[in-house]
């Protein structure tokens, strides 16, 4: 069975169940034929002999028919068209009178039946149907009529039956076999097609679908629900070869600069504060190199759906403080003040350093497009369940054919004066990949007046 193709697996299984149900109704129709057939005999010979029993009269102690020409009819002399045949016996079997079509036989009587019988007996080698009825006269026991009929007939119509039915069983199945591998074949060529196409796809060739079937059956789900899977597939091969080419553009970068710098350094001898200038330079780089490694780790880690979440209750608004703290000398390095007012603790129940990713990208992107001397305000409030969390700045903003696109990896919006902000251009995507974690809404837009606001609708 293991070695069958579908096809031949679908129509062995059926010609299985088929054939079972064929050979029942074989079987059943063999019974119901048979019973009918010996049923209409006995009906038959019932009639006769009712008949017949009915002619019959006592005449001084002998059994005689009342009208002599019931010997004389066709069934009683001829033994080729449904012969009848009748005997008539006295009490111990003797006989007194028989049809002529009885020749030399004589029919048997059976001692210690009483009343009306009817039984296969044999004659001449033959099967009879036989009725025995005793005759009374009055009380006494004048003798018995035996009417018979011979079985060769009925016996011939139920074994041409049973040949029939024994030629054309197997017949009938092997057609039944080639009609639901036929039906079968037909009913798979979808499935024969997917194989097909599933055949001709690879990495390279994604595009490739396959056909939907025109009836809207279970086929059609299956060949829908493929060409949703490729697509998917497609879509991660493409942002896995993106993803690729934009992380080793990134990676590069930092390790060529280093490399420059040092092999600029090894030119020619340097004073200890070119040296240490450089030296500086390249642990910056190396640092912005660890950075970025960090977010590609943490957005390999949210692509393979591996990121695990471990809620607990704490203080949003200590969170918040440690984070500017952390960003201290960067904020005063640009003499940023920052204006927030936490003096009301917030519970909330979430995954705290999950969410401390959030917040720092957010507040480390209001710090880089912060100007010099400008204000970052930071707030937090609470209304049905839900904390509000809003980061501003004073800074450039986002341009309006940009704002579409903050998203995306390796973005990194335009600066005034520059080609693209600094940054790997990973914050943001991370950011929205963690609120999405976290069942966090994230809104940035533009201020009114001027700069950038990022809002956090966190569930408590």
């Known amino acids: 069975m293991r070695n069958l193709s579908f096809t031949n697996r679908i129509a062995f299984y059926f010609i299985l169940s088929t054939g079972f149900l064929v050979f029942l109704i074989f079987i059943a ?135 029939v039915m024994i030629l054309t069983y197997p017949i009938a199945l092997l057609i039944l076999f080639f009609l639901a591998k036929f039906i079968a074949s037909r009913s798979i060529q979808p499935v024969t097609e997917i194989i097909h196409t599933a055949e001709t796809i690879n990495k390279e060739n994604l595009s490739s679908r396959v056909k939907l079937p025109s009836n809207k059956d279970e086929l059609y789900q ?90 607990s209750n704490f203080d949003i608004n200590s969170l918040l403080l440690d984070i500017i703290n952390r960003y201290s000398i960067r904020i005063c390095g640009k003499y940023i003040q920052v204006s927030f007012d936490f003096s009301k603790e917030i519970l909330i129940h979430s995954d705290s350093n999950l969410l401390s990713i959030i917040l720092s990208n957010l507040l480390s992107n209001a710090i880089k497009f912060s100007p010099e001397n400008s204000k970052i305000t930071i707030s937090v409030s609470e209304k049905n369940q839900v904390v509000t969390c809003k980061i501003s700045d004073e800074g450039i903003g986002i341009a309006e054919n940009e704002i579409n696109k903050i998203y995306e990896k390796f973005y990194r919006a335009s600066l005034s004066g520059q080609t693209v902000a600094e940054g790997s251009g990973l914050g943001l995507s991370i950011t929205k990949r963690l609120c999405d974690t976290l069942n966090i809404q994230l809104d940035i837009k533009n201020n009114e007046k001027k700069g950038t606001e990022a809002v956090l609708q966190i569930p408590k």
């Open 222 to 311: 299956l060949s829908e629900t493929i060409n949703n899977l490729l697509g998917r597939i497609e879509n991660a091969v493409i942002r896995e070869k993106q993803f690729t080419s934009d992380a080793s553009h990134e990676l590069r970068t930092p390790l060529s600069i280093i490399k420059g710098t040092l092999e600029v350094l090894l030119r020619k001898s340097r004073t200890e504060e070119e040296y240490k200038d450089k030296i500086g330079y390249c642990i910056n780089e190396t640092n912005r190199l660890n950075d970025l490694l960090d977010q590609l780790l943490l957005l390999a880690r949210q692509e393979s759906n591996s990121l695990n979440t471990h809620p």
């Open 29 to 163: 129709t063999y019974q119901i034929v048979s019973t009918t057939v010996n049923n209409r005999v006995d009906q038959n010979l019932r009639a006769e002999a009712t008949h017949h029993f009915s002619e019959l009269i006592a005449d001084h102690g002998k059994l005689v028919f009342r009208d002599l020409d019931e010997w004389r009819e066709k069934e009683h002399n001829d033994l080729n068209v449904n012969p009848i045949l009748v005997q008539i016996v006295d009490e111990f079997g003797n006989l007194i009178e028989k049809s002529p079509n009885l020749k030399k036989e004589q029919m048997q009587l059976k001692k210690g039946l009483t009343g009306y019988q009817i039984y296969n007996e044999s004659l001449n080698s033959e099967l009879v149907r036989q009725v025995q009825i005793p005759f009374y006269d009055g009380k006494l026991l004048e003798g018995y009529l035996l009417v018979a009929t011979p079985l060769e007939a009925a016996k011939m119509v139920i074994q041409n039956l049973k040949d």
